[in-house]
């Protein structure tokens, strides 16, 4: 029914031969005046998180419109004829879909999170604080696929917040081969890890598997040249309650207001409220985005590149800031 559909609704679905997958019904297209305009607006933010779009065609002038949007952002597309009789949904147009969904299917290279840097039988510290931060009774996302990845890869994995780094440490009869910190406890961790001792972030594990690390680093540099009144822009890849002590509203701007010296025009785009314009930021820094495509995170490093704007993430610019960014080290493959 036109008008139905407003802002992009989410759920999450588990789908045969895809897995979870969260499906985004878009508002419909073609609603005339400023309303319109906004609703076209916020389904087309969603193209760029989007791994496979189902376009429903239903004879609108707008559908082919839609189709070359799609195809210009590289999106598989699964079309279906628009109003199927309901009789033909259960037999043959969800069943056929869900087909055309799995062919339709990127092809998903095996990634590993900690890329090339442990194999079988390496000893792995893990320094995961559990703080008020911390979601009430579990680990966040980053911290679990990193831990299920290590026991996967026959690593042994030791666990332990960054007060009970020292003790751990201490427990090991030989120096672990990689220390995986929070990216907001390394300098603490630096502070009591011996130097020659390889130290990374979950957040830089992160980036290495869906962001661009390379992008990352090399922007980072913008730094040090940040001057009291620029533009930083603060990139969330969801929607989230922030708390008090939260890394990218608080922690990151202080960091960077002390190292500049003087005020910063900060800026929080959460979800998908990533700017269009980007041009009047001296510097982007993207969140670890734990819940983001791949698909979203390279968009963001693409309109960012291509605005001439640097742009980095958490873990890289606390590594920058702590001053340990050449001591980090950063996912192989
Ligand atoms: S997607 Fe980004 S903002 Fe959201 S919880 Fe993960 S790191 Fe934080």
């Not at 972030?201 to 040249?225: N, Q, V, Y």
Request: proline share 9%; charged share 25%.
């Amino acid at each position: 029914m036109p008008g139905t559909t407003t802002d992009p609704v989410r759920k999450a679905i588990e789908l045969p031969g895809l897995g979870p997958c969260i499906l985004v019904d878009t508002a419909g297209y073609g609603d005339p005046g400023a309303l319109g305009a906004e609703r076209e607006r916020r389904s087309r933010a969603t193209i760029d998180a989007t791994d496979i779009a189902v376009l429903l065609r239903s004879g609108h002038p707008e559908d082919d419109r839609w189709l070359q949007l799609l195809k210009t952002a590289q999106v598989p597309v699964v079309e279906v004829p628009g109003r199927p009789l309901i009789p033909d949904l259960g037999n043959t147009v969800i069943p056929d879909l869900i087909r055309n969904l799995q062919a339709a299917r990127p092809d998903e290279k095996p990634r590993f999170l900690t890329g090339g840097l442990v194999g079988q039988g390496d000893v792995v510290v893990l320094v995961m604080p559990q703080d008020s931060e911390a979601p009430k009774g579990r680990l966040i996302l980053p911290q679990v696929q990193v831990l299920r990845e290590l026991l996967d890869l026959g690593c042994i994995p030791v666990c332990c917040q960054p007060e009970g780094l020292q003790r751990a440490l201490d427990s090991l009869s030989a120096p672990p081969s990689l220390t995986i910190t929070d990216s907001q406890a390394f300098a603490k961790v630096n502070a009591i890890l011996p130097a020659d001792y390889p130290l990374t972030s979950f957040s830089i594990l992160l980036a290495g598997a869906k962001g661009d690390i390379r992008t990352f680093r090399e922007s980072a540099k913008a730094i040090d040249s940040l001057k009291p009144g620029d533009r930083v822009l603060i990139a969330e890849a969801c929607t989230h309650v922030p708390d008090t002590e939260d890394i990218g509203r608080v922690k990151i701007p202080n960091l960077l207001r002390k190292k500049v010296g003087g005020d910063l025009a900060v800026t929080i785009a959460a979800g998908n409220d990533f700017p269009d314009d980007l041009t009047p930021y001296r510097l982007i820094i993207q969140c670890g985005g734990c819940v983001a495509t791949e698909r979203l995170l390279r968009s963001r490093i693409k309109k960012a590149l291509l605005a001439g704007v640097p742009i980095t993430n958490y873990g890289i610019a606390l590594a920058a800031l702590t001053g340990i960014l050449d001591r980090v080290v950063i996912p192989r493959s």
